[in-house]
């Protein structure tokens, strides 16, 4: 996979994707999101993946927002349609059957938070800075913010991320449930790589049926989740994946689970 902003690798089934313009700080364009949007179409025929960890170049940012001389040129007339571009690429990256873990080295504000939190969890340095200071610009958060950062830590504080603008620390932001782990800068890519790993292990399918569980099932009353979550259960259970599981479980040996 070639891309003008992006760089892909794989570490056996875990890709690392790298968002490659160090010298904007990693900041999102028109090209970053085209870029995002052909590598997620082909990245579903990437056989034998089974994590995604997607970080920023370099120390200083994750990504440390959109692009604003970009921002400037937009009318008020195509400002829906570049919002929307946006959150689809976004959504596409949640909707993922393999797991997504946003490697948040240095800033993530704006967009780039926006970014991580369309990821399933963030693993962030001490050093990590988090927040959306679009209201400090004239703007509002476009590619989904206002709705995942709700979702992510509730009303109150998406509230008060949000309308302040204000930047926060890494602990802060553990501590309001949007981080869900903190690591010294040269442990970031370790520590995403051994819980990707810690995925991999496990049954793609299972994996896969249980994220769609949990995402599609947050929104619904309990009673509609529980459904939900018996349903993906008995699809599951017809599956290669459970026989093998529990056939190695009563065998006492590791499962040999086939993509």
């Given at each position: 996979?070639n891309f003008?902003t992006?760089?892909?690798?794989?570490?056996?089934?875990?890709?690392?994707?790298?968002?490659?313009?160090p010298?904007?700080?990693?900041?999102?364009?028109?090209?970053?999101?085209?870029?995002l949007?052909s590598?997620?179409?082909?990245v579903k025929?990437e056989?034998g993946?089974?994590a995604?960890?997607?970080?920023?170049?370099?120390e200083?940012?994750?990504?440390?927002?959109?692009?604003?001389?970009?921002?400037?040129?937009?009318?008020?007339?195509?400002?829906?349609?570049?919002?929307?571009n946006g959150?689809?690429?976004f959504?596409?990256?949640?909707?993922?059957?393999?797991?997504?873990?946003?490697?948040?080295?240095g800033?993530?504000l704006?967009?780039?938070?926006?970014?991580?939190?369309?990821?399933?969890?963030?693993?962030?340095?001490?050093?990590?800075?988090?927040?959306?200071?679009?209201?400090?610009?004239?703007?509002i958060?476009?590619?989904?913010?206002?709705?995942?950062?709700?979702?992510?830590?509730?009303?109150?504080?998406?509230r008060?991320?949000t309308?302040?603008?204000?930047?926060?620390?890494?602990?802060?932001?553990?501590?309001?449930?949007?981080?869900?782990?903190?690591?010294?800068?040269t442990e970031?890519?370790?520590?995403?790589?051994?819980?990707?790993?810690?995925?991999?292990?496990?049954?793609?399918?299972?994996?896969?049926?249980?994220k769609?569980s949990?995402?599609?099932?947050?929104?619904?009353d309990?009673?509609?989740?529980?459904s939900?979550?018996?349903?993906?259960f008995?699809?599951?259970?017809?599956?290669?994946?459970?026989?093998?599981?529990?056939a190695?479980?009563?065998?006492?040996?590791?499962p040999n689970?086939?993509d």
């Open positions: 996979m003008e992006l760089e892909f690798k794989r570490e056996g089934n875990i890709g690392i994707l790298t968002i490659n313009r010298k904007a700080l990693n900041a999102l364009n028109a090209q970053v999101i085209q870029d949007k590598f997620l179409t082909q025929s056989k993946l089974r995604l960890i997607l970080t920023g170049s370099g200083k940012a994750f990504v440390a927002g959109a692009d604003i001389k970009e921002m400037e040129s937009i009318s008020a007339a195509d400002a829906k349609q570049f919002s929307e959150q689809i690429v959504q596409e990256i949640e909707d993922l059957p393999i797991p997504t873990i946003a490697a948040v080295n800033f993530a704006g967009g780039g938070l926006e970014l991580a939190m369309a990821c399933d969890f963030i693993v962030a340095t001490k050093t990590a800075k988090l927040g959306l200071p679009e209201v400090s610009l004239g703007l958060p476009g590619y989904g913010g206002t709705q995942r950062l709700a979702r992510y830590c509730g009303k109150g504080v998406a008060m991320m309308l302040t603008g204000d930047v926060f620390t890494a602990d802060q932001c553990a501590i309001w449930g949007l981080v869900t782990m903190v690591t010294d800068p970031l890519i370790p520590t995403c790589l051994k819980l990707a790993a810690s995925i991999s292990k496990r049954s793609p399918l299972g994996v896969a049926l249980a769609k949990i995402n599609q099932g947050y929104d619904l309990q009673t509609a989740g529980m939900l979550e018996a349903k993906l008995a699809e599951v259970f017809a599956s290669a994946d459970k026989k093998e599981g529990v190695a479980f009563l065998e006492k040996r590791a689970f086939n």
